[in-house]
């Protein structure tokens, strides 16, 4: 994608100071600017930046006077910061606004979807899928049969969306992901193996949910997997059978959720936790990261450690533990002296 600085000035309701005419084709740092490539200053640290960066032209406050000379074409906004994160969304809008269906890929004669609908390259759709508007499915992503997909939604390649997972709309799903996979479900025999309990149920993710990269979501034993409306998952994480993640969660990379565990809504979860099975954690409770979960928190609670217990009291713990010998060697001095 191309755009000239006026172009981009006009979008950000601001003026051009330099080349108005000026080919864009990037985004880039301050530092790290190359020609045709487009920058902003906002932070003062980063101010002797503009007067040797190779960038094509940069973002600036309207108030900014220069130094000394610059070579770069500016373009002048109430607020820099704003405006290229302004900038940022539409760039990412544009590289999302692809429509039309590429080949090879294979949708079923059965499929329904809306308008807009992008389909990679080597993509896979299966019998009774449902889509709604501005679906975008990206290279190698695969949709099991009777899956159903609401509006806005964009599945990055290698997605894998097993049958009956049913999507909300605005849904962001990303590379590598596995929605309604088996879940871990055995019954030992008399003779040490294992026999598998089938897993009939499915996986519900609601609006407004974004999954990070090669994070899987197992589908219910019965029942469905549920991720309620705003959730924002890391990259990484295991969402086992039968768990429930109220809306507006988010929880941070290479967490495990053990099955039929139920989180509440507003709950900020660190990277590296582990939740038992059948926990529940009620609403706005703030788990930190490597922590070990094996009962119910309540709502509001800030806990760390494994198993975890209340933060603040965990720091206090932790100043102890760490001078846990040197208490150790003052209380055999002590014993020593009373023999």
Not at 70 to 92: G, H
Not at 122 to 143: P, T
Not at 251 to 265: E, L, N, V
């Amino acid at each position: 994608m191309k755009f000239t600085t006026q172009q981009i000035a006009d979008l950000l309701d601001g003026t051009v100071d330099g080349d108005s005419s000026l080919e864009l084709k990037t985004l880039s740092k301050i530092e790290e600017g190359s020609e045709g490539s487009l920058s902003f200053l906002a932070n003062p640290k980063y101010t002797p930046y503009i007067y040797k960066t190779n960038a094509s032209a940069v973002i600036v406050n309207n108030d900014f006077k220069p130094e000394k000379e610059v070579s770069c074409t500016l373009i002048r906004v109430e607020d820099s910061y704003a405006a290229f994160s302004k900038l940022l969304e539409y760039y990412q809008a544009a590289k999302m606004s692809k429509e039309g269906i590429e080949h090879p890929s294979f949708i079923h004669e059965s499929v329904s979807h809306g308008d807009g609908l992008y389909v990679a390259a080597f993509a896979y759709i299966a019998e009774g899928v449902k889509m709604g508007d501005q679906v975008k499915v990206f290279s190698n992503v695969n949709i099991g049969e009777n899956v159903t997909i609401g509006n806005n939604v964009i599945l990055h390649s290698g997605a894998k969306i097993m049958s009956d997972t049913v999507i909300g709309n605005n849904v962001v799903i990303n590379s590598g992901c596995v929605i309604g996979a088996d879940g871990f479900g055995y019954a030992p025999n008399d003779d040490g193996t294992y026999s598998k309990v089938p897993q009939t149920g499915n996986v519900i993710i609601e609006d407004y949910v974004e999954i990070g990269a090669l994070t899987t979501i197992d589908r219910a034993t019965l029942g469905s997997t549920i991720i309620r409306s705003g959730v924002k998952l890391d990259n990484q994480i295991q969402v086992a059978h039968n768990v429930e993640i109220g809306a507006n969660t988010v929880i941070a990379s290479q967490t495990g959720i053990a099955g039929s565990s139920k989180i509440g809504k507003n709950c900020r979860i660190g990277g590296q936790v582990g939740v038992a099975g059948h926990i529940v954690i009620e609403d706005n409770v703030g788990i930190q990261a490597q922590s070990g979960i094996g009962k119910r928190l309540k709502s509001g609670s800030n806990v760390q450690g494994s198993p975890a217990f209340d933060y603040g009291d965990w720091n206090r713990s932790y100043v102890l533990f760490k001078n846990l010998r040197n208490i150790e060697s003052r209380i055999t001095d002590l014993e020593k002296k009373k023999v």
